[in-house]
């Protein structure tokens, strides 16, 4: 099955996430993270959800909730053994180097990541690549129409408990608003093309 290390920066939104993971639950591709990855994601959230005002109880509520289901739904996406291997690769920031060492040591065929800067592709070892989240999820809406869509619907559905409801439609104008542009727009167009008005 294809394989994706997420670096942390596609983690972070929480609509992305949830696209994201729902899209991998389909068994369109298998995520892949380390516990490096998982420490950078908790750190980055409990310091924007204080800065949004929630309790240091609501934040570990949430990141205990968070994490528990991405170990349950996703039982052999944490790589294990990379430690070593980020020595080994050269990068123009050596902290991220872990994230290449996990993507290796999982046998990653793509990190999936914004910040692809911090990761040339002469630095990766073949025939690993990297991508960003808009060209992956547009890369998975070309292979899997059926269930990326189906990804969406579940996420819009899921919304509506603490902010506002949302459609399929909703969540892809939101999406093509905030960091995945082409995909959003692609996605609209799917779904008009499903549920013609």
């Not at 290390?5 to 729902?22: G, I, K, N, Y």
């Not at 996406?77 to 980020?86: I, K, N, Q, S, Y």
Request: charged share 25%; hydrophobic share 45%.
């Amino acid at each position: 099955m294809f394989s994706a290390l997420l670096d942390t920066c596609v983690l972070v939104p929480s609509r992305a996430r949830d696209v994201l993971l729902e899209i991998a639950s389909t068994g369109a591709y298998r995520p892949l993270w380390s516990t490096e990855i998982l420490a950078e994601l908790d750190r980055t959230l409990r310091l924007l959800l204080g800065k949004r005002g929630a309790s240091p109880e609501e934040t570990d509520a949430f990141l205990t909730r968070l994490f528990r289901q991405m170990e349950t739904t996703f039982p052999d996406a944490l790589v294990t053994g990379w430690e070593p291997l980020a020595a080994t690769v050269q990068l123009p920031d050596p902290d991220d180097r872990h994230v290449v060492a996990a993507a290796w040591a999982g046998r990653a065929d793509v990190i999936v990541t914004d910040n692809l800067a911090h990761f040339p592709s002469d630095a990766l070892p073949a025939p690993l690549f990297r991508q960003s989240l808009d060209d992956f999820l547009l890369d998975s809406l070309d292979l899997y129409p059926a269930q990326v869509v189906a990804a969406v619907r579940t996420v819009a559905r899921r919304t509506g408990r603490t902010g506002p409801a949302m459609t399929a439609r909703d969540v892809a104008v939101y999406l093509q608003t905030r960091g995945t542009p082409a995909f959003g727009e692609r996605l609209l167009t799917e779904l008009d093309r499903l549920d013609p008005a």
